[in-house]
T-cell receptor, first 114, second 116 residues
């Protein structure tokens, strides 16, 4: 069965500092991979996704993620964090032959220090 | 771009009442929609898959009689929480893929249900 692990429950960074949020998945083949952001009481916004091809994916708001097959990872990065980036971030996987169901990680809450 | 509209955004109800949540695809047809539940400070858990014209498919552990799903048309799916209890208080989110597939999966803005 598929699973997604986000090992960091909370991460605190200073505004302007770089950010990396970790995501590891378990799946027999290469799944579809997603990062979503959720502000308090809000729905989900897609930051970026990976299906195939270039393993470094660029997303919105200056985010990028790199798919590493050997490590079963899809870590999210941003070179310079803004205070408005404070939110909950979810990594998710979907099966390529999918019924479009996504399995979500437990989430990482990002706090930004002024 | 395609949008999924979810209503209401927030509902407070008394224990024992039923609450209906609507999920609409605004500019595309969705033969399938998904319902997720998110407890405070937890991740989203898939509850069920709503299928237009057929019965919903529920994930293990989700009570079919408790969470009634009706996919009335190609643009509307409803989730009814029947005889709601405080433990049903949660954030419910729907999602819908247009026919293009999972790469175009869109989420509603969610419904915060509070059962008193």
């Amino acid at each position: 069965a598929q699973s997604v692990t986000q090992p960091d429950i909370h991460i605190t960074v200073s505004e302007g500092a770089s950010l990396e949020l970790r995501c590891n998945y378990s799946y027999g083949a290469t799944p579809y991979l997603f990062w979503y952001v959720q502000s308090p009481g809000q729905g989900l916004q897609l930051l970026l996704k990976y299906f195939s091809g270039d393993t470094l994916v660029q997303g919105i708001k200056g985010f990028e993620a790199e798919f590493k097959r050997s490590q079963s990872s899809f870590n999210l990065r941003k070179p310079s964090v803004h205070w408005s980036d404070a939110a909950e971030y979810f990594c998710a996987v979907g099966e390529p032959d999918s019924s479009y169901k996504l399995i979500f990680g437990s989430g990482t809450r990002l706090l930004v220090r002024p | 771009g395609a949008v999924v509209s979810q209503h209401p955004s927030r509902v407070i109800c008394k224990s024992g009442t039923s609450v209906k949540i609507e999920c609409r695809s605004l500019d595309f047809q969705a033969t399938t929609m998904f319902w997720y539940r998110q407890f405070p400070k937890q991740s989203l858990m898939l509850m069920a898959t709503s299928n237009e014209g057929s019965k919903a498919t529920y994930e293990q552990g989700v009570e079919k009689d408790k969470f009634l799903i009706n996919h009335a048309s190609l643009t509307l799916s409803t989730l009814t929480v029947t005889s709601a209890h405080p433990e049903d208080s949660s954030f419910y989110i729907c999602s819908a893929p247009p026919e293009a597939g999972v790469e175009k999966l869109f989420f509603g803005s969610g419904t915060q249900l509070s059962v008193l």
